[in-house]
């Protein structure tokens, strides 16, 4: 059975799976850690040093496509996967992918149990803060509180909608574009794509006032 | 913080490493992961970078002799290969270690539902 005959994430009983070049890495992890030479938490420290450094990153500029291209707004937001896939430079991206738009109306977040069920094909590593058992429980419960934890405070009448991403569904959040970008060309624009914005704990940047 | 100090050096003696203005760069998570493991054992005194660097050019060469187009995108296979022969050379892990390792992931990956985190047991050694 194919997942794309099953879009719909029928696929639990499906088993993980392990690149080969993984499967060499994870044997030498576990072989230097049983022998004393380093332990997970070091490993994990020196990887998550360079969290931000991560992957491709390629967010940012489908958000800024998103913004200026009307036409590519509704086909991510029709099929994410689809959309995304071209801006992968060879292997697969976005696999699984769900956007979900920013509105004055609604504000989304995204949350996970297990770091597995980030995009990072599309956003990077997930930050450490996005695997913690606070983040994940509490996000759920008072997303609002969160939110102005991380310096984002909406307004009221904002409805708050949090997804929970699951191994066969990941989410892209699509934010609102900055007032006084009129005119901003594509790469411009991509500079304020935060990474938090497109997990729904950020804001894009603002563009710098004139001077 | 120290890891950014040892980074520095690796760098410093790895100029082929993918880097941006702040430091390393890496396309897929087992790519920091091999490299945390490079900057662990150096700290540890495993060997000295200018042996590291003189072994990953070897590796990259023989490669590029057996026709890798060398675009930087085989990087981190050719620093993950090294780092095999490495640990063999210090006689940290054997081939028959890393290979009866891969082979116990490899079930273990079998074992565990999609979505559920991997981990290794015991049994996953035996088949």
Redesign the interface.
């Known amino acids: 059975m194919t997942t794309s005959e099953h879009p719909h994430g029928h ?9 080969e ?12 850690i049983d ?1 004393g ?2 332990d997970a938490a ?2 994990d ?3 998550e ?2 969290e931000q ?4 990153h390629i967010g940012a500029r489908v958000v800024a496509r998103a913004w200026t291209d009307p036409a590519f707004r509704q086909a991510l937001l029709a099929d994410a996967t689809a959309a995304v896939s071209p801006f992968g430079q ?1 292997g697969r991206v976005g696999e699984n992918l769900v956007a979900v738009e920013n509105t004055p109306e609604r504000h989304n977040m995204v949350v996970c149990t ?1 770091c ?2 980030y995009p ?1 094909d599309v956003l990077g ?1 997930p930050p450490v803060w996005y695997k913690s058992f606070a983040y994940r429980s509490r996000t759920v419960k008072e997303p609002r509180s969160v939110l102005r934890e991380f310096g984002v405070t909406l307004p009221e009448r904002t409805e708050i909608r949090v997804w929970d991403s ?3 569904v990941r989410y892209l959040v699509l934010p609102m574009r900055p007032a006084g970008t009129d005119g901003w060309s594509e790469e411009k624009l991509a500079t304020l794509v935060t990474r938090d914005s497109m997990v729904g704990t950020g804001l894009p940047r603002s563009p710098e006032p004139r001077s | 913080m120290t890891a950014n100090d040892a980074a520095k050096r690796a760098l410093a003696a790895n100029p082929g490493l993918p880097v941006d203005a702040e430091g390393p760069v890496f396309r897929e998570p087992w790519q920091a992961q091999a490299f945390a493991m490079t900057l662990a054992l150096h700290e540890k005194g495993l060997f000295a970078w200018s042996e590291w660097a003189a072994m990953l050019g070897e590796t990259i060469k023989a490669a590029q002799a057996a026709g890798d187009p060398d675009t930087g995108e085989t990087y981190y296979h050719h620093w993950l290969a090294t780092l095999e022969r490495m640990t063999a050379k210090k006689a940290v892990a054997s081939p028959a270690d890393l290979a009866s390792h891969r082979d116990a992931w490899e079930r273990a990956a079998h074992r565990t539902p999609h979505g559920q985190p991997i981990e290794l047991k015991s049994g996953d050694f035996t088949g």
Request: charged share 20%; glycine share 6%.
């Open positions: 696929d639990h009983g499906e088993s993980s799976e392990l690149s070049t993984e499967l060499r890495v994870r044997a030498l992890q576990t072989i230097l022998k030479y380093t070091a490993l420290a020196i990887v040093a360079y450094k991560i992957g491709p060879g297990l597995s069920c990072w590593l699951t191994a066969e």
